[in-house]
């Protein structure tokens, strides 16, 4: 009868594991990799949030749209449209105003954005300005244009 040779053991009595070193290297590679899928995913979030944000801004245009067709004329507030309580992705409320003088934003040579009205979202800060050019108002996601632009303010 053969006898079955059992494989040749190192040292330390055959105990197996990693050394401190393998284990190093696998919690610096862990934390590279972490190190660069982070700062992508939040990218990943914030474009997110702002194409909701946009999808939501063109909804709500849609209500106003059907409430002038049927009043000849703009809603005082988004509650006559049922739409007081929808929040951004950020959870503000969406801020509105019918043209009027003084009431609507504008751009950095003093245009009003639109003629009709003015919809937008306070974007990540919360917090906006009148010139969409102050640095609190660039994260804001705008509808201009009278409806032929939405986006974010830094990109207008």
Known sequence: MKKVSSPIRGRGGGQSGFTII???M?????????TITIPVYKRFVEKARVSRATADIRAIEKDLAS?????????ASLAAINRDQ?????????????????????????????????LYSLGADGASAQDITDPVSLDD??????????GPAEDY
């Open 26 to 34: 696998v919690v610096a590679t862990l934390a590279v990799l972490l």
């Open 86 to 118: 929808t929040r951004d992705p950020w959870g503000n409320a969406y801020q509105y105003a019918r043209a009027l003088p003084g009431a609507v934003r504008q751009d950095a040579f003093g245009n009003d954005l639109n003629s009709d009205f003015d």
């Open 141 to 150: 996601i705008l509808r201009t244009s009278d409806g032929n632009w939405v």
């Open 22 to 24: 393998e284990l190093i």
């Open 67 to 75: 409430y002038f067709f049927d009043n000849d004329s703009y809603p």
